[in-house]
Structure formats: C-alpha cells, structure tokens
C-alpha cells in the first residue's frame, strides 16, 4: 500500500518520468479489462448474440407452421407493425399504465420512504415487513388480486359501495385500475427501498443548517431533499419505468389482453408464442426493445448529467 | 456454463441410449387427465406388449393453449424425447402442416377409424390424409332447469323467450371470455345457421356468409345485451358457467357432461332439477352443430420409436379403454357402438343417447395450419359481444369475415 503510492507521488512531480507510472496504470487497466473479460464475454453470449438474432428473424418471414416458406422480407415486418392500429393501441395501453403506475408508485414510495428513515423503533422490523409485497412472486400476486375481486367469488364486490355483480374484469378501465393496483402493491416497496439508500445519504448538517436559517419543512423538502436524492430518483424511476413499460404478468394473468388491455409484451407473446410467427413476434421483441433504449436515453438526458456511477464533478 | 451444458448433454443422450435388448420406453405428453385412468390404460398397454414397449408420462399444463405452447416449443426444436402426443383437436392442421406427426395410413388408419363417429375422425384428418387417432370425444349439451322450463326449447329464439319469461333467474350460461371457448361457440353458432368459418372445399379461404352469419352473431349478441347474461358474461368460461349454474340463478347452460357429476356432488339441490336437451338450433329447420371437443393422438415425426409408438397408441384406444375413461373421467367415447353399452349408460344416466346423437351432428371447428390465427383474430373481433349493438351486427360480420381471410393468409398483427 505505501510503496505503491509512493512511486505515484514521484510521477507528479517530475514530468519526462511520467512514462513508468503510465505504463503500470496501462497494466492495471489491463489487468481490470482481464478480470472483467469473462462477465464481459458472458453478458456478449447472452444479451447481445440473442439481440442480434431477434434483428436477424425480424428481416424474414419465417412461421414454424410454414416451415418451407422461410425468406427473407426486409423491413416488412416491421410497416406490418407499424401500421397495425392494434400495435398503436397497446403502446398506449402500456404507456399508460407505465404512466400511472410509476407516478403513484414514486409518492407513495417516497412517503413511505421518509417514514422508515424517520423511523425510531423497530427499524429492521419496518424495513423488512415493507418489503413482503415485492418478495412475492409476481403471478401469485397478480392471481391473488384477481381472485379478490373476482365477481362471484372474490371479496371485493362484498364491500360496502361496490356493486355486487360489478365485474372488474369485463370494462377497459375497471380491468386497468385492478392492474395498476396490482402493480403499485407490488413495487412501491422497491422504490422506497431505492429512495430511502439515497435519504441516507444527506447530511444531516444541512437539515439543522436550513433551520437556523428558517426554512420551513417543506422548503427543506424541495430545497434540500429533493435535489440532493437526484441520483436516487433517477435510478429508482428509470428502473421501475422500463420494468412497468414491459409489463405482461399481471395483465396476463387478470384479462389475457381482453377489453384493450394489452401491453405490447402480451402482444409480442401473441405473436411469438401463441402464433409461431417468428418473424412478426421479433419484429414486435426489437421495437419493445428500441423503445426500452429510448426511454432509457430520455431519462438520463432529461435529468441532466446526474447519471449513476459517473463521477458529478 | 458451456462445459455444463456439455456434460448435461451426455447425461441427457445416455438416458436415451438404453436400448440394450429390453423394452423400447415411450414418452407420452399429455395433460394430467384428473381420474388417473390413463396411466393405468398405458401401463396394462406395456404388459400386453410383451415387452415391446413401456409407457412412461410427461404431464402438461391443464389449459389446452398452454400444452400446445409446450409442445410447439419442443416440436420446434426437433425434439426427439417427444414419441406420444395427446393433441387438441384443433391442432391438426398445424402439426401435419410443420411436419411434426406422422401420418396414419393402412392398417394403422383402419385401426385408427373404424368405428369412429366421422365428425371426430374428421378432426384427426388434413388435406384428406390422417394425422391422429381419436381417444375420446366431448360435446356441449343444453342443460336446463326442469322446475322452471316446462319444455326444452329447440331453438335459440324459443330459449331466449323462456328466459325472459322465467327473469330473474333466467340466465342463460355460456363460454364468452376472450379465449377459444368463445370460437367454440361462434362455430357451433355458424355452424347450425347453415354456413362456416371457411369454405368446406378451400381451407384458405372465408366463408361466413351472409345472411346465415348475421343470424348467428346476431342471437349471440341479443343474448350478451339481455338481461338473460350473466353480469360477467364477458369473462365466463366452462368453469365458471358451471358454478353459476350451480348456484342457482340461471335456467340454462351450454356445456360439456363433466358439469353433471359436478352438480351431483356439489349443489344437490340444482341436480335434482337438472335436465339436459340438444344443443339448441339457430335456423327452425336445420339440426343444430353441437360444439365437438376431444383429445387425439399423434406420433411425433422426430420420436425414434414410430412403431413402437403406432402400436402403443392402437392398444390405448381400444374400445375397453374407452369405456375405462368414460368410467373414470366422464369423457364420451368415440366408437359409435360403444353407446349401447350398459357401462356408458351408467356414465350418463339416461342421456347416453342424447351425447351420441349430439356428437354425431357436431361440427368440428375447421382445420386450417393457421388455426391459432384465426382463433386470435375471431376473438379479438367479436369480444366483447355485449359492446356490439344488435343494428351493428351486419357490419360486425363483414369486418369478422375481412379480419378471418387475413389471419387465414398469416397476415398482420393479432
């Protein structure tokens, strides 16, 4: 540890002696590229070769009901989507769930987020029991909503103020709010656990400052809070969007799709799984995929340069 | 990883490898058939073949698109571990048009027919060839509320008016969520009006005619939007059709024979005033087109066991086991001759004719390699009925026609 930094120290000082220093750092670099050259390879073998693939059969007809029929189509599979009205509606069925879930999602997880952080008892204790929601496996829970306010036998419709033979399932929005009730149960925990790591890390000094100076509790909220959780939020937000923006379990699970609840995913599923049209199906797969990456780059630019692990300085 | 997948490679081709002189072990996919008969029937089977072969079972999912999606997935990838395949009858057209079963000819198809009701042979055949070998059968029969329906009523129209009449507890259970039930019931609908889904002498091409399909559609749609449907009519299925029936605020139900030993364990009261009737007629003056289920069975094209598997298969649809899982399971049997024995009658008390008839009049759905297309797009139209209004009905049924010749060309979304 010392002899290592003292070499580095020397290099500092003395330009023309620059050139060991360099050449140990291009070493280190080295060695670092070598050790990551395994997960490197692996993530290649598994996210990008199957990438490449699905953009390969998106160019070919290709239906393994009509084996002899393979060929190869350009971008036609991809006008047959684009101009399908049925392609245009689930995107924004699922930007709309995506909308509205993240949205509550981000209040009530930052709610509950400042809640744990101001808990004084039985911190383990909260933490832990908040987070039994998002242990649980996603189709589990979305049957279980589905069987609560099934109408015949589910306990929903035996409340007070809903109608006994409400079904929840056979109307666009009914069915919609049942999803995004499913879905923000589900993972409001998992942004509150993102957004309380970044509450603990504000220094508490500036809170005690913003009071001797009089700030009320909601100016050191957006003053203080809000801008110095950016890193947090932005993590917290771009990870629950792109997973909510590919939503298919709990859809699936509750209408199969029905009463134009489908999300795109369900739709590529149709496609892929249900028809056997490898083509079409991967076609739909490269667009989710395309939209995915944009709204990755749209967060990460519309929150400026706070973009996780890079250095803010 | 890729040493692993090595290794398990060679473990997985040793398994298959143990031919060393005993009997050939079969594998037959299928869903787990709740009685239990079938292992029974398959294991007797192995006896008798003087160590020919052994029966050994991979159990599917319940749901019939999840045992297709299961086995496409395997037949997609040449799998060879597959030799048995129970198949819905629907899946015919698909499976012979991949090249993933072996056609019946000879010997094995008269073993595989004789003695068959033709509309269920019908469902086992593509392009006038044999692909299958029908095991059991099921259809849909009208069941109704003998203290409330004086009479069964022969039509639809006359069904509809004695639920009006009977209100309250009218309903009339049906299989209407977005999933194949719902073909099932346009089909039969189609069907007894005197038309089809697709035209009996070109596969690819739309029948659907008018006027017979707007009266189809149009008594399904007069249903869904009177007070005779079920609140959640838009959701029902087999299943949940059976327990409202059960529970006692519908007159009517159109479904499969298991709902008889249902109502016989579970709502004692119900049974006692349960009756059951053909399938109601669309058009006065033509016998109705019961819906026709049923599972057939298939030799996969990449098993290395064809004979084995042929031979198999000729044992377990013998007409004993037949009568064993209509003893066991409820599921009707697809030798004609067989519903004038006293075992089937014990299955259905009184009604065995009644089942026989309504298979021999059914219509099979049609058999088209793009089945799954047209299945999507038929639902994705006509669901949910209760949001068509009866003067919409004729511009339904031109948008259904356009939408079907598109999905029997594989074109477009669905």
């Known amino acids: 540890m010392e002899a290592a930094s003292v070499p580095a120290r020397a290099g500092e000082e003395n330009e023309p002696k620059k050139r060991p220093l360099s050449e140990r750092a291009r070493s280190e670099r080295r060695l670092g590229w070598l050790l990551c050259a395994p997960a490197v390879l692996a993530m290649l073998l598994v996210t990008a070769y199957p990438i490449i693939y699905a953009f390969v059969l998106s160019l070919q007809r290709l239906d393994l009901r009509f084996p002899d029929e393979r060929e190869f189509v350009g971008l036609s599979n991809y006008v047959d989507v684009l101009t399908s009205s049925l392609w245009w509606t689930d995107v924004a069925n699922t930007l709309g769930v995506t909308l509205v879930s993240v949205t509550i999602e981000f209040v009530l997880g930052m709610a509950i987020a400042l809640l744990m952080h101001r808990a004084i008892f039985g911190r383990g204790v909260v933490r832990t029991s908040v987070l039994i929601p998002y242990g649980i496996v996603t189709v589990v829970a979305a049957f279980t909503w589905q069987f609560a306010f099934q109408p015949d036998t589910g306990f929903v419709n035996q409340l007070p103020f809903v109608a006994d033979d409400m079904n929840w399932f056979g109307d666009r929005f009914s069915a919609f709010f049942v999803i995004i009730l499913a879905e923000v149960w589900k993972t409001t925990p998992f942004i509150a656990l993102l957004l309380l790591a970044g509450l603990t890390t504000i220094d508490d000094g500036l809170y005690e400052a913003a009071k001797v100076d009089g700030a009320n509790a909601v100016q050191r909220f957006f003053r203080i809070t809000l801008p110095l959780m950016k890193p947090a939020i932005l993590v917290a937000l771009l990870f629950r969007t792109l997973d909510a923006f590919r939503v298919f379990d709990s859809i699936f699970v509750m209408t199969r799709g029905s009463v134009d609840t489908e999300s795109v995913s369900i739709l590529g599923y149709n496609q892929l799984i249900a028809r056997l049209n490898l083509g079409l199906g991967s076609a739909v797969s490269v667009l989710i995929f395309l939209a995915v990456l944009m709204i990755a780059i749209l967060f990460v630019k519309g929150f400026g340069t706070s973009v996780p692990g890079k250095d803010q300085r | ?414």
């Not at chain 2, 346009?186 to 069907?191: A, T």
Request: negative net charge.
């Open chain 2, 1 to 414: 990883m890729i040493a692993a997948l090595a290794a398990a490679a060679i473990v997985l081709s040793a398994c298959g490898d143990d031919e060393s002189g005993g009997p050939t072990e079969l594998s037959f996919f299928i869903f787990n058939e709740p009685s239990g008969i079938l292992p029974k029937i398959a294991d007797a089977c192995s006896k008798s073949s003087n160590g020919e072969y052994t029966i050994s079972f991979e159990y599917l999912p319940n749901e019939a698109d999840q045992q297709r999606e299961q086995l496409v997935r395997r037949l997609g990838a040449e799998d060879s571990s597959i030799d048995i395949m129970g198949m819905d009858v629907i899946w015919t057209g698909e499976f012979a048009n991949a090249g993933w079963v072996e056609e019946w000819t000879g010997a094995n198809e008269k073993a595989a027919t004789t003695g068959v009701f033709p509309s269920v042979a019908e469902t086992a055949r593509f392009e006038d060839k044999l692909w299958a070998a029908p095991i059991w059968s099921n259809t849909q029969l009208l069941w109704y509320r003998k203290d409330r329906v004086p009479k069964p009523p022969k039509t639809w129209e006359e069904m509809l008016d004695q639920a009006a009449e009977i209100g309250k507890n009218g309903m009339i259970q049906v299989q209407a969520d977005r999933y194949e039930g719902l073909v099932v019931w346009l089909n039969s609908m189609v069907e007894s009006a005197g038309t089809s889904i697709v035209q009996p002498d070109d596969a690819e091409a739309v029948a659907l005619s008018s006027p017979q399909t707007d009266k189809a559609l149009g008594l399904m749609v007069q249903l869904a939007n009177s007070e005779a449907a079920d609140p959640s009519q838009s959701t029902s299925n087999e299943d949940t059709a059976r327990l409202s029936f059960e529970a006692g605020s519908s007159s009517f139900m159109l479904n499969y024979p298991f709902v008889y030993p249902s109502a016989k364990d579970n709502a004692p009261d119900v049974f006692k005033n349960l009756g059951e009737a053909l399938y109601p007629r669309v058009d006065a003056d033509r016998p109705s087109a019961p819906p026709l289920g049923g599972i057939n069975l298939g030799v996969s094209s990449y098993s290395e066991h064809k004979q084995e598997a042929f031979d198999a298969i000729k044992c377990m649809i013998q007409p004993q086991n037949q009568i064993k899982i209509a003893t066991a399971g409820g599921l009707p049997p697809v030798t004609e001759s067989l519903y004038d024995e006293k075992q089937i009658d014990d299955v259905y008390p009184g009604f065995a004719d009644l089942i026989r008839q309504s298979i021999k009049q059914a219509a099979p759905r049609p058999v088209t390699p793009a089945y799954q297309d047209l299945s999507l797009a038929i639902q994705r139209t006509i669901h949910p009925l209760g949001d068509i209004s009866p003067d919409q009905v004729p511009d339904k049924v031109d948008e259904l026609r356009d939408n079907v010749q598109k999905a029997l060309n594989v074109e477009g979304l669905l």
